[in-house]
C-alpha cells in the first residue's frame, strides 16, 4: 500500500514538471493542480490501462419510482379483483333464489298435507308453519322390493335436522334438510320413520316423497320424535 502512495506521488511531480518545461505560456489556472493530476493518474493502472470504477449497488440498478408505483397499484387492484370474485361466488351459493308455489296445487297440498300433484323439491311457504305432525300407511300393489323417498324443507331453509330410520334401524346419519330434496332407498314393505333431530326454529317441518305410490307428504317431526311411514303391500 505504501509503494503505491510513493508511485502516485512520483507521477504527480513528474507531471508538475512536465507543465513547467512545456514552454508554454502560464496564465492563472493554466498549470494542473495536485487534484487534476491525480483524477487522471487513477484513471489508469500502472500499465496503462483504464481502471473500471466500482459502482455502488443504487447505481447499478436504476429505479424508476414512477415504474415502481404503478406495480403497486397493479398489485393492489388485483388483490381487490380477487377478492371481488370470491364475494360474488359465496353471495351465488348462499342466496337463495327459490321460488315460492302459490299454485292452486299447492294450497290444497298445504290443507290436505298430502299431494300427488307436487313433484319433490317445491317449496310452498317462506316461513315455518307448524301443520301437525301426521303418522300415514301407504298402501300399494308394486312387486319391488325397494322404493326411493325424497326428503326436502317445503318452507324455510333454518337448519332443521332429521334422520330416516326403518324399523327402528337408522339408514342414514342426520342430516339438515334443504329445498334441495335428499334422496334416500328403503324396503317397499315395514315402517319408515323420520325423527327429529334438531330444531332450527319455528319448528321442524319437512316434505318427503315416496316413488312407490307418486305421493309427497307435507309434515312435522318434533325435536326428539318421529312421524311413521307403514308401507304395506
Known amino acids: 500500500m505504501s509503494q503505491n502512495?510513493?508511485?502516485?506521488?512520483?507521477?504527480?511531480?513528474?507531471?508538475?514538471?512536465?507543465?513547467?518545461n512545456a514552454g508554454q505560456p502560464k496564465s492563472f489556472g493554466d498549470e494542473p493542480s495536485e487534484i487534476d493530476v491525480r483524477d487522471e493518474i487513477v484513471q489508469q493502472d500502472y500499465d496503462g490501462q483504464p481502471v473500471e470504477?466500482?459502482?455502488?449497488?443504487?447505481?447499478?440498478?436504476?429505479?424508476?419510482?414512477?415504474?415502481v408505483f404503478?406495480?403497486?397499484?397493479?398489485?393492489?387492484?388485483?388483490r381487490l379483483g380477487y377478492m371481488a370474485l370470491a364475494v360474488g361466488i359465496i353471495a351465488m351459493f348462499l342466496t337463495d333464489t327459490t321460488t315460492v308455489d302459490t299454485s292452486e296445487s299447492a294450497r290444497n297440498a298445504l290443507e290436505n298435507q298430502v299431494s300427488t300433484a307436487i313433484s319433490a323439491g317445491v317449496v310452498l311457504?317462506?316461513?315455518?308453519?307448524?301443520?301437525?305432525?301426521?303418522d300415514y300407511t301407504i298402501t300399494h300393489a308394486s312387486d319391488v322390493d325397494e322404493t326411493k323417498i325424497w326428503v326436502w324443507d317445503y318452507a324455510a331453509e333454518d337448519g332443521d335436522y332429521v334422520q330416516v330410520l326403518v324399523d327402528g334401524t337408522p339408514v342414514s346419519e342426520s342430516f339438515m334438510i334443504q329445498h334441495k330434496p335428499k334422496e334416500l332407498t328403503v324396503p317397499s314393505t315395514g315402517s319408515v320413520q323420520?325423527?327429529?333431530?334438531?330444531?332450527?326454529?319455528?319448528?321442524?317441518?319437512?316434505?318427503?316423497?315416496?316413488?312407490?305410490?307418486?305421493?309427497?307428504y307435507f309434515n312435522t317431526a318434533p325435536e326428539g320424535e318421529f312421524n311413521t311411514y307403514e308401507l304395506v303391500r
Open 194 to 216: 323420520i325423527k327429529g333431530i334438531r330444531d332450527g326454529g319455528g319448528g321442524i317441518t319437512y316434505a318427503v316423497r315416496y316413488d312407490i305410490n307418486g305421493t309427497s
Open 5 to 20: 502512495k510513493k508511485d502516485l506521488r512520483e507521477r504527480i511531480q513528474r507531471a508538475k514538471e512536465k507543465s513547467k
Open 53 to 67: 470504477q466500482e459502482k455502488s449497488p443504487e447505481a447499478a440498478v436504476p429505479l424508476n419510482k414512477g415504474n
Open 70 to 78: 404503478h406495480g403497486k397499484k397493479l398489485k393492489g387492484m388485483k
Open 125 to 134: 311457504l317462506e316461513d315455518d308453519e307448524n301443520l301437525g305432525a301426521q
